[in-house]
């Protein structure tokens, strides 16, 4: 997924075999010329502190009005000119006070003498991040406007309201672009991004304008933003983009699936099991997860976990919670209908198991994260030799387990599997554990040796991962996708 954190580390410890000359022009893809071009600030309304804009008003704008929000906009404020001027007050002049040096801007740090232009624009693009991160909404409602400005098709490919889709489209190109001095870790990236960016309706000649528009905004949130630190940018893009921008001119297959709704079994007011008929099988694994779109909010798109492994016929099976003032969440658990299509996007994530290792495996999931797991251990039952798995299962009551019944019944045909049910809020159901998930997990076991998956809230995944780092695992044998980005 494009939200994976951006790697912090020392830019000078990627392997000495990966550390590459700057290659030649010519290998480098386009480069960006016209970085200095970036348009006046651009008409597309802004979110500026203090002052948010509307959402663009699109021809589905109404479609994409989440429940309840028609009449009330979440962050829409008043416009200060409209509001009345208060009667003048007249005061003393107040008592001269010093006023406070506002400190300076921290100053870049220039290019170090042992490391190569790749190390530096890396190492440039990952500190800025990390300076812009805190503001990241509001960069990505600039990096959008100046897009739509420079590009002004590309803004039917968006949703109403941007920042999210845009959020994400800017961490997959600052992802690579900050990984740009290590090409082993580069180049498996690149692959599932540039997916991601064909789901999304991207184009090769919109590569340039992404460009600028990213870098007109890191000029503007940037605190060390120089002309150093622009080049370093560029080169970075130019690495990074350049090699996507030639995959998705040269992709011929199509970049999205699409399916038919066969099912919708609504298991109480929140949730649902829905049963999707690809019109072909999505090539994916047990564990990964597909971003998907529903006709009911185009250009919404969502990842979701198949909650089966992947079968001859290609159906696919999703359990949706729908959260409290969700968009799509909702409108899949509430609305979605047989006969509906759904457009699918690449499949993606790291929640899977190494086929190389032998450890035993535990494997915690938080309510609809029951999904992914169910499919990791219907997959594990086809293996000829399957590996002993622990699953822990948790929700606040028992309807929230919504795989229970089938990991049971997987379970008393594979004595590999053992399952442990966990409920928070209801400590009379016979069949679970009372207590949170983190707390049950640590009390059932040493799992030092074990490979363990997460899968669920960030909450939930934050929650266990820390209760099992206190206790002794190895931060990597934990894997996990929390279910938000
Ligand atoms: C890798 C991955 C796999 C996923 N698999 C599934 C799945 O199998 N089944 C499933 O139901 N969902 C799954 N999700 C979550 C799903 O993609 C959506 O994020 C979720 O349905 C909310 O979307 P929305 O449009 O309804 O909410 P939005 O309109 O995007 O958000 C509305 C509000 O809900 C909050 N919110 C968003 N997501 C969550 C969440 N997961 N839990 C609590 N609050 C949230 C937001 O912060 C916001 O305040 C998965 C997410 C990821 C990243």
């Known amino acids: 997924m494009s939200a994976e954190p951006l790697s912090a580390g020392d830019p000078t410890s990627g392997p000495a075999a990966e550390r590459t000359p700057g290659p030649s022009p010519s290998r480098r893809g386009r480069r960006l010329a016209p970085v200095r071009a970036v348009p006046p600030p651009p008409t597309t309304p802004i979110v500026r502190p203090g002052r948010h804009a509307a959402p663009d008003d699109t021809p589905d704008g109404s479609a ?5 929000t028609t009449t009330q906009r979440p962050g829409r404020l008043v416009a200060p000119e409209t509001v009345a001027a208060p009667p003048p007050v007249v ?3 107040p008592a001269p006070t010093p006023t406070p040096t506002p400190a300076p801007p921290p100053r870049p740090e220039p290019a170090r003498a042992d490391e190569t232009p790749e190390q530096h624009a890396a190492r440039r693009v990952r500190q800025t991040w990390t300076e812009v991160e805190p503001q990241v909404d509001e960069l990505a409602d600039w990096f959008a406007a100046l897009l739509f400005s420079l590009a002004p098709e590309s803004r039917a490919l ?7 889709p845009a959020r994400r489209l800017l961490r997959s190109l600052v992802l690579p672009m900050s990984t740009v001095d290590r090409p082993g870790e580069l180049r498996p990236m690149l692959e599932p991004l540039v997916r991601e960016h064909r789901a999304l309706g991207l184009r090769a000649e919109q590569y340039e304008a992404l460009g600028v528009a990213l870098i007109g905004a890191m000029r503007r949130f940037g605190r060390t933003w120089d002309e150093a630190t622009e080049h370093a940018w560029v080169r970075a893009f130019s690495l990074a983009a350049g090699p996507m921008e030639q ?11 699409e399916g038919t709704v066969v099912g919708h079994r609504r298991l109480s007011w929140d949730l649902a099991v829905l049963h999707v008929a690809p019109d072909a099988p999505v090539p994916h694994r047990a564990g990964q997860y597909l971003t998907v779109e529903i006709p009911q909010r185009p250009r919404m798109w969502r990842p979701l976990s198949p909650a089966t492994a992947p079968r001859p016929d290609g159906l696919l099976e999703f359990h949706v919670r729908a ?21 699918l996007g690449p499949p993606a994530g790291r929640l899977g198991l190494d086929p190389r290792s032998t450890r035993e495996v535990l494997m915690v999931a938080g309510g609809t994260g029951g999904a ?17 798995c622990t699953v822990f299962l948790g929700g606040r009551v028992p ?16 004595p590999w599997l053992a399952v442990a049910p966990v409920c928070e809020d209801d400590p009379l159901d016979e069949r679970s554990q009372p207590g949170t998930l983190p707390d049950a997990v640590v009390r059932g076991g040493d799992w030092s040796r074990h490979d363990i998956l997460l899968s669920g809230s960030p909450s939930m995944i934050r929650a266990t991962a820390s209760a099992l780092l206190v206790d002794g695992v190895p931060l990597d044998r934990i894997t996990y996708d929390p279910f938000t980005d």
Do not use: Y
């Open 91 to 93: 005061r003393q002049p």
């Open 372 to 388: 992914p797991v169910l499919a990791l251990c219907e997959d594990m039952a086809r293996w000829t030799r399957p590996r002993p």
């Open 247 to 257: 995959a998705v001119r040269a992709a011929a297959a199509p970049a999205v699936a």
């Open 64 to 68: 994409n009005e989440a429940p309840g």
């Open 399 to 414: 309807e929230d387990l919504t795989v229970l019944d089938r990991l049971h019944e997987l379970a008393e045909h594979h």
């Open 323 to 343: 959260v409290e003032g969700g968009w799509v969440s909702r409108a899949m658990v509430a609305h979605a209908t047989p006969g509906d299509r759904w457009r």
């Open 158 to 164: 968006f949703p109403a309201r941007v920042t999210e």
